[in-house]
């Protein structure tokens, strides 16, 4: 079957509401490991991760950082308005904008839209032990909520103001409210690049003894950054996968990274489906630039059907990484910073990733089509072993490890 045409509804399954992980275990790499090979399945402790990875191996990780975006702001109406930060507008660099002084810009959700017609939300708040007032203005736009933030000291980034204000907003099948213990458990160990809205929860597993048993395998470590947009939690309303919009989101990858996967005949084991998605993008990137080496980092945006599209030329993934590292030659950067928006189901062809680490994700998502054009369509008898055998799901549940 064509990929376009994929009913949602094949990719469907009983997920009872207690399966569902609402707190992480205390001790992280003690969670439980699927592990799935060559069609056979069984599993293991998380901390045993490194022994079934072939030694001198090249693993990549996703080393966003998950932002407090979600401000309220309390109406002298009594009205309670949500603002939920999507991506930077001005400026547009994640990098500057946690910079910022004094104002910036941001597409948003706004919750309880309807009682914010017009004028300027303020809430009083303390940074640094001054109090601040804080003011948020609405712009509706044909792309969403444009909302400007402005406060009075200048000597107050826009980092700081979030760290005072802003909650960490936890996955919305959770059912819950955020607690304090989330700042620390919905990071990664090795995060480090803000921007995301939702962890990339394959890498929850892991701790520092997990990543140093790695090293001593002699298992070489790359990270990319993948802001993780809200997105990721948009179900799939269409019968068919074609009528569904896949979200855009923003990738950072070094130049050493694009070396390493040269030394490493790019073939990779991906932490989680946000370094996949990244990792694949980066091919049809090289592609682009092979048919226009003059490609602006916006033209290298990776649309949602492209890899289904007919390329002409076709290239080697080595050949379509070093037109990449190329590129950033050409135009003396260090790094490619642009966008992916790939939708990966069944039909498509991996060309980087060879073996996944990734969480058990929910019926009927876009990571479920990933995970089952990963593993040649045998998903379901993934899922009903991790069903059978009392393995916990979604972002604080248990892990797998699919090599197919």
Known sequence: METKHIRIADYNYALPEERIAKFPLSRRDTSKLLVYKHGEVGEDVFSNLPSYLPEGALMVFNNTRVIQARIHFRKETGALIEVFLLEPLVPRDYEQMFQMRGECTWRCMVGNLKKWKEGTLCRKIVVKGQELAFYATREHTEQGEDIHFAWQDDSVSFA?????????????????????????????????????????????????????????????????????????????????????????????????????????????????????????????????????????????????????????????????????????????????????????????????????VTNFHQPQSTLLLLVSAFVHGDWRRIYDYALAHGFRFLSYGDSSLLIP
């Not at 470590?221 to 809200?230: I, K, Q």
């Open 160 to 356: 700081e103001i979030l760290e005072a204000v802003g909650e960490l907003p936890i996955p919305p099948y959770l059912n819950r409210d955020t607690q304090e213990s989330d700042k620390t458990t919905y990071q990664t160990v090795y995060s480090k690049i803000k921007g995301s809205v939702a962890a990339p929860t394959a890498g929850l597993h892991f701790t520092d003894e997990v990543l140093e048993a790695l090293s001593a395998r002699g298992i070489d470590r790359e990270e990319l950054t993948l802001h993780v947009g809200a997105g990721t939690f948009k179900p799939v309303k269409s019968e068919e996968i074609e009528a569904h919009e896949m979200h855009t989101e923003y990738i950072c990858v070094r130049r050493q990274t694009l070396e390493k996967l040269l030394k490493h005949d790019c073939r990779v084991i991906a932490v989680g489906t946000t370094s996949v998605r990244t990792l694949e993008s980066l091919y049809y990137m090289g592609v682009k630039l092979r048919r226009n080496p003059d490609a602006t980092e916006a033209e290298l945006h990776v649309n949602q059907w492209e890899p289904y599209e007919a390329h002409s030329p076709m290239l080697s993934p080595r050949e379509a990484i070093s037109e990449v590292l190329a590129w950033l030659d050409r135009n003396h950067l260090s790094a490619l910073h642009s966008s992916t928006q790939i939708i990966i189901a069944p039909g498509y062809d991996y060309k980087l990733v060879k073996m996944l």
